[in-house]
């Protein structure tokens, strides 16, 4: 009987880093869609700021609508810069997804954990051709992630590569 088993050493030094990664960046269209959606969830709290008072017939301090346009500031603020940290790139085995302002978060799944990917456009990304790319896991929803800010052809292309991958691992 043969014994192929071994257990070498693994060390630091050899295992690959994450960090010398050539990434590759969301559609500069995504940032328009992300102010989009946070300029109607500001109209939202605007119409709430101004109706309450009204309806409950009440005057609201002026404190309350500075403090409301300090919240608007840091909100357009950090979705300039989350947008710049949300970066993406397809390896041979795997995909690495990064993002995060305050706390960075890079997500890496091998394509073999893969078990189902779908392609999603919204309403705004319809407008400007971009589409997101959701993949599911075998780890549940904390270890799903979904790649926003696509162009719909790359979206495609990039779902088309790694169900082939998937469909390799397979066989």
């Known amino acids: 009987m043969k014994n192929d088993f071994s257990n070498n050493n693994v060390f630091i030094e050899n295992i690959p880093q994450t960090e010398n990664v050539n990434y590759s960046t969301?559609?500069?269209k995504f940032l328009n869609v992300m102010v989009l959606n946070r300029v109607i969830w500001c109209v939202i709290t605007l119409i709430a700021i101004i109706a309450i008072p009204i309806l409950r017939d009440e005057n609201f301090s002026i404190y309350i609508y500075l403090f409301t346009l300090f919240i608007w500031l840091i909100i357009f603020t950090f979705t300039?810069?989350?947008f710049r940290k949300k970066k993406y790139v397809f390896r041979e085995h795997d995909l690495i997804y990064s993002s995060?302002?305050?706390?960075t978060k890079s997500i890496l799944i091998p394509y073999n954990?893969?078990?189902h990917l779908?392609?999603?456009q919204g309403v705004f990304?319809?407008?400007y051709n971009l589409a997101s790319i959701q993949f599911y896991t075998a780890g549940g929803s904390s270890s799903d992630i979904s790649i926003k800010g696509l162009s719909k052809e790359d979206a495609d292309r990039w779902k088309e590569f790694v169900s082939e991958k998937i469909k390799k691992l397979k066989q």
Do not use: D
């Open 80 to 82: 300039g810069f989350s």
């Open 100 to 103: 995060g302002v305050i706390f």
């Open 113 to 115: 954990r893969i078990q």
């Open 118 to 120: 779908a392609v999603h």
């Open 125 to 127: 990304s319809r407008i």
């Open 26 to 28: 969301l559609e500069k």
